[in-house]
């Protein structure tokens, strides 16, 4: 009996000092100490001469992994913003695109280097990264009309066109406030490695640290005159790069100098993979919205629910290349581990440009069949006034959707609703040509350009300064009529009138569908591109073992080849021109007709599952040569 009272207590003071811990835990969670100084940490069974990577910090100073997700969330919130004023629907576009990209991947990955291996649980850290924040916030304050290649005000000629003054005025703008913003990341990052030389000066690490402290304060400087050059564009914009360029050039050699505080290899790899998954995440909630859009209005088919499909297997594939097998705690040596880090700009690119086409593709299908209903009503209407004022037909509303289209454009708020406009046709064509003082037909393919715009935004399509130019056009042709009886006169006012509308109203079409299209025409490339990029990383990081594994990575690499050369199919041409001669769609690129078809989404969806069914019967087959192996000749299976 009182053994076993001595073990009770014995039970009870364990508790007691187990609650005591817990306390002891939870205390320090809520203590945040001002500094942390990093230094040094030497594993157990690690001799010096065995670093491959190298820690500063112990697991319970490290920051809180939340901080570093709020980070990677931020910059791609703000690579959402300046996707949405800058759509990716053209070649000078992906520039405009890539050149933002660069600036601020860049800023991120810098950052990241430093956290990795610096950025500790205290309050000087925390001041540092709430700063970061503030710089990005600004950068995508400021980015909307940022262009490389337009990045002077205007010369304050008065005589000089109010619209090319106001864009060079807010491109100006932008890149001044994109500069000074990536300046000031760059002051802050330096100032954050002159922080830790200062700190850890008894460790003696100066080339790991003042070097790129050094290299941020270079930036911050020619980035404040890029800033506020007002003369010379090339050198304004070769002042807000060439940094940069510096910048990651320090990285590929600081490593191979003695001295050089390794990355923690796990880290970095966790941080680079949570982003791209990231971004991943962040394109699918466009695509998604635009299906939401077709569901709702014009678009909604069963073509819909196929792309819903393509797209969800693209998106399932991209994460089996880039994670099947993926282990932060592999280790890579220096070389491969500073171009696996540095591949991930052209990667997550090239998933962006993927991510874009594919919503472009999904966009193009939805708004073709709005625009497809669309025309084809107002065409019946014009066939059917024709036939009236010439006498061989009457109106027969059954033939056009009235009740839908009705219900489509009251989103829209159009002005005159849809009944009113046709209504009004119809009386004004039986009373044309002798007793109106209006043109119906023109009046009606004015009203039909209108309500195109106004679905091509509710689809939100990117409209071209050139596409707004010329629906002003269409909208401000004379469509007043002089009444007469002469039949003669009212044949050639049609003949002639018509011929210099029509012009107006091809242009307005060939711009509009090359709109449209041409955001596409990089989807395959990217395809390609990016399950290239996936087997080199593959390579870099974690090499196939075996003939089968090695089988499917070649089978992947080949294909990625393929899918790159289909690209090729964009040589038709990506400017659509109609004529009167040839309405329909005159000289595709097969790429385009590719998409008319419904097959450009398809194509890279197959090709994809292909490839992931290949890969797990490559693996099937793996297993079972290496377990037939292991039974005859004793090996263990790899």
């Known amino acids: 009996m009182e053994k076993k009272n001595t073990w009770t207590s014995g039970l009870e003071r ?66 959402t913003v300046f996707s949405a004023s800058n759509e990716v629907s053209s070649p000078e576009s992906i520039l405009i695109y890539f050149s933002y990209i660069v600036l601020i991947w860049w800023v991120w990955a810098s950052q990241t280097l430093y956290d990795v291996r610096f950025q500790a649980d205290d309050w000087i850290h925390r001041l540092f990264k709430f700063l970061q924040l503030a710089a990005f916030s600004f950068v995508g304050i400021t980015s909307q009309a940022f262009d490389p290649s337009n990045v002077l005000p205007p010369n304050g000629d008065i005589n000089a066109d109010p619209t090319v003054s106001g864009a060079m005025q807010q491109g100006a703008t932008a890149f001044k406030g994109v500069a000074i913003a990536y300046g000031l990341s760059r002051l802050l990052c330096g100032t954050q490695y002159l922080y830790v030389t200062y700190a850890t000066r008894r460790h003696h690490r100066w080339v790991s640290l003042a070097v790129p402290s050094a290299t941020c304060f270079f930036s911050f400087v020619l980035n404040l005159i890029a800033a506020f050059l007002t003369t010379n564009q090339a050198a304004k914009v070769a002042l807000l790069y060439l940094p940069v360029g510096v910048e990651m050039l320090a990285v590929l050699i600081l490593p191979f100098f003695r001295g050089y505080i390794r990355t923690p290899g796990s880290l970095i790899s966790q941080r680079f993979g949570e982003l791209t998954l990231v971004i991943l995440g962040e394109g699918i909630i466009g695509i998604i919205k635009n299906l939401g859009n077709a569901v709702k209005g014009f678009g909604v088919g069963n073509n819909v629910y196929g792309q819903a499909v393509c797209v969800l297997v693209i998106v399932w594939c991209i994460w089996h290349f880039l994670f099947q097998g993926f282990t932060a705690e592999i280790r890579m040596g220096r070389k491969r581990g500073i171009l696996w880090l540095l591949l991930h700009l052209p990667l997550h690119f090239t998933l962006l440009l993927l991510l874009a086409g594919m919503n472009n593709a999904v966009q193009y299908d939805n708004l073709g069949q709005a625009f497809t209903s669309v025309t084809g009503a107002f065409e019946t209407l014009e066939l059917q006034g024709r036939d009236v004022v010439f006498g061989n037909g009457t109106f027969d509303l059954s033939q056009v959707p009235m009740q839908d289209l009705t219900l489509q454009f009251g989103k829209l708020e159009l002005v005159p609703t849809f009944p009113e406009e046709v209504a009004n046709y119809e009386a004004t064509v039986r009373q044309f040509p002798g007793n109106t003082t209006t043109n119906p037909f023109i009046d009606l393919l004015q009203y039909e350009i209108n309500a195109l715009i106004y679905v091509a935004v509710e689809y939100q399509l990117g409209v071209s300064q050139e596409l707004y130019d010329t629906l002003q056009r269409i909208t401000q042709f004379n469509n007043t009529w002089d009444s007469t009886g002469d039949q003669t006169v009212v044949d050639q006012y049609l003949l002639a009138v018509n011929d210099t509308f029509n012009e107006a109203v091809f242009e307005f079409s060939a711009e509009m569908d090359t709109e449209i299209f041409q955001g596409t025409v990089f989807f395959l490339p990217a395809t390609g591109g990016l399950l290239f990029l996936a087997c080199v990383l593959t390579v870099l990081r974690n090499p196939p073992m075996g003939l089968w594994m090695w089988l499917a990575w070649a089978a992947q690499l080949t294909v990625s080849v393929g899918l790159g050369l289909l690209g090729l199919l964009d040589l038709g041409g990506i400017k659509i021109v109609f004529t009167e001669e040839d309405a329909g769609f005159p000289q595709l690129s097969p790429v385009y007709r590719l998409l008319q078809a419904n097959w450009l989404l398809p194509t890279g969806a197959l090709a994809y599952a292909a490839l992931v069914l290949a890969d797990a019967l490559c693996v099937s087959m793996a297993r079972w040569t290496d377990g037939k192996a292991c039974k005859s000749g004793g090996q263990i299976p790899i």
């Open 14 to 79: 364990e508790e007691q000092r187990a609650k005591q811990l817990e306390k002891h835990v939870r205390a320090q969670a809520r203590f945040i100490p001002l500094v942390i100084y990093p230094g040094p940490i030497q594993k157990e069974n690690e001799t010096v001469g065995d670093k491959e990577e190298e820690e500063w910090l112990l697991e319970e100073q490290r920051a809180t992994e939340w901080l570093d997700l709020l980070y990677d969330l931020v910059i791609v919130a703000i690579l």
